[in-house]
């Protein structure tokens, strides 16, 4: 009688279903970029600066490369680790780009788009109460992913006074007994920072030190704006610790495609496989197709549009400077970080009047981690037209406080 008691309590506090859902997933907040998203589908005549998409349509020979696809029936089931061609083309960018070598049969892994890739490496290599260390502002998948693995994430701040870059001091100062692992995430979401080579290889010294694991999200690499992006697992002795993530959707304009990549050992992408094949079994064969594609012939397209965000990288900084929204350069990827401390108003406070006010749509920095607290992240993968008009609207909301 007791129990049933305490279950009728249960229902009524939580209802039927709600007490059936897991502590940790009930504990785990809603993504706060998609608060916003949802916000702007509700609203006609927004300038969205919110969702980290391209602009661009998927180029043409990419797409007729999935319809083709189609059309000769290729509509099967792939190798849980992914079409043998796609892996044999991503070891060969490997080996050309940053001299690493990764056996495309056993080393590298074909993913539902990089978040996918990014959840089975947390749950491939964490045991219960590992901690991992997720430098930030950092995309806002990791600390989620690590806590749904059974491990601690363990948020370590960056500063604009040194432009978001992580330190192999901080990193140092952050490792206890429990320490597993390391995120680093470079060219960076929101913030668009990238690490220098020398800055990477103190961060190596530090990893080898403590015998950390090191996930390296860089599906924005091809996206750097100054000097070359190095590869982490290029550095000596990086490559048998870390899991290399990329993808094509920011690189192609391929978001709705979900077609990511994971590079690494043996062992490791073994124990990300099995994650695989039971939860998601194999990427789809269209996107894979497409992909191929995207590697065999997709650079001239890819370029192009690295070009154009390059020149509208230029023209949102300089404008949100000259507003007083003060913003530091972004190197890499397609987002700019403004401050709007000035204003006294929280990120909160500023996105949500900004966009009720002049329907300017940009997400609240603390959104990726409580270090971004009062900026915002502006993604300027949106036509140069747009942006004018969207620095127009920021700056006759300015003038209203």
């Known amino acids: 009688m007791k129990k049933n008691v305490q279950n009728a309590l249960l229902y009524r506090r939580e209802g039927m279903a709600g007490k059936f859902v897991a502590e940790k997933v009930r504990n785990i907040p809603p993504s706060g970029i998609r608060k916003f998203f949802d916000l702007v589908l509700e609203m006609d005549g927004v300038i969205s600066l919110g969702v980290g998409e391209p602009d661009f349509i998927t180029p043409w020979h990419i797409r007729e490369a999935c319809i083709y696809s189609l059309e000769k029936g290729f509509t099967s089931y792939t190798s849980n680790l992914g079409l043998l061609e796609l ?29 996918e890739a990014a ?8 045991n219960p109460g590992d901690e991992v260390i997720v430098p930030e502002p950092s995309y806002v998948s990791y600390k989620p992913s690590v806590s749904l693995a059974g491990g601690e994430p363990v948020p370590l701040a960056t500063t604009l006074e040194n432009e978001f870059r992580v330190t192999a001091d901080d990193i140092e100062k952050s490792i206890t007994d429990k320490t597993k692992a390391l995120v680093l995430s470079y060219p960076n979401n929101p913030t668009g920072a990238v690490m220098g080579k020398n800055n990477l290889e103190e961060i190596a010294d530090v990893v080898n030190e403590y015998d950390l694991a090191v996930i390296s999200d ?60 039971y939860a998601m079994l194999c990427a789809p064969i269209t996107a894979q197709m ?19 965000y390059d020149r509208r990288r230029r023209l949102i900084v300089d404008g949100l400077n000259r507003l007083g929204l003060d913003c530091f ?57 747009e942006l004018v008009e969207a620095l127009g609207r920021i700056e006759a909301f300015l003038d209203t406080l």
């Open 218 to 277: 860089e599906v924005y690499c091809k996206l750097t704006y100054n000097g070359n992006h190095t590869c982490f697992s290029s550095i000596s002795g990086m490559r048998e610790r870390t899991i290399v993530l990329n993808g094509f959707s920011k690189s192609h304009a391929m978001t709705g495609l979900r077609i990511g990549y994971a590079a690494g050992s043996e062992e490791i992408i073994g124990a990300m496989t099995k994650v695989h094949q």
């Open 329 to 385: 350069e972004p190197k890499g990827a397609f987002y700019a970080f403004p401050s709007v401390k000035s204003t006294g108003m929280t990120s909160e406070e500023f996105a949500g009047r900004l966009l009720k006010e002049q329907k300017v749509a940009a997400v609240p920095g603390d959104v990726f981690g409580d270090c971004g607290a009062g900026h915002l992240r502006c993604s300027y993968a949106t036509s140069r037209e």
């Open 87 to 115: 892996r044999e083309l991503i070891s060969k960018c490997f080996r050309k780009d940053y001299c690493v070598e990764y056996n495309p049969k056993n080393e590298v892994l074909i993913t539902t788009g990089v978040s």
């Open 119 to 126: 959840d089975l490496a947390f749950r491939a290599i964490i």
């Open 290 to 308: 497409g992909a191929i594609e995207a590697m065999k012939n997709g650079d001239g397209e890819m370029k192009k549009m690295v070009r154009e």
